[in-house]
């Protein structure tokens, strides 16, 4: 049985937050007819309850209705995975990473050779901003 609490601005389903007071018209009805009968619910929330749950199809169906949601295809964060690999970079474990990160090699290749290209313009900077104060002091 689920158990459903009502407060001034949010409720929760199972200690679950699904929405605020405002939009709680029918979803305990909701969640008494799935209780019954969940081939009621439109195809994407009946395979996310089918999965997870119908706490959790209602909590999305809360936060997100009526939006378009794509979710990525890769989970962790693209470029925290690039310092992750230029990191672990030592030179010849090119294959290892690609296939550690599910990058393909010459992904890898590219993001290592970017932070390379990058490194290196920032040295001639560094140089170029030396040279400039040496060549300031020598004026004085």
Do not use: W
């Amino acid at each position: 049985m689920k158990i459903i609490e009502i407060s001034k601005d949010k409720f929760t389903v199972n200690g679950i937050c699904a929405a605020p007071n405002t939009m709680l018209k029918c979803v305990s009805e909701v969640v008494n007819m799935s209780q019954y009968d969940i081939n009621l619910f439109h195809k994407v929330y009946r395979e996310i309850s089918e999965e997870l749950g119908v706490e959790t199809a209602l909590t999305l169906h809360q936060m997100f209705k009526g939006t378009q949601v794509n979710f990525p295809v890769r989970f962790l964060d693209s470029k925290c995975v690039k310092e992750m690999i230029i990191q672990e970079y030592n030179g010849t474990n090119i294959r290892a990473l690609a296939k550690k990160y599910d990058y393909s090699e010459k992904s890898v290749r590219r993001m290592i050779r970017e932070s390379t290209e990058k490194e290196h313009e920032k040295n001639q900077i560094n140089q170029k901003r030396k040279k400039d104060k040496n060549e300031q002091q020598g004026d004085k």
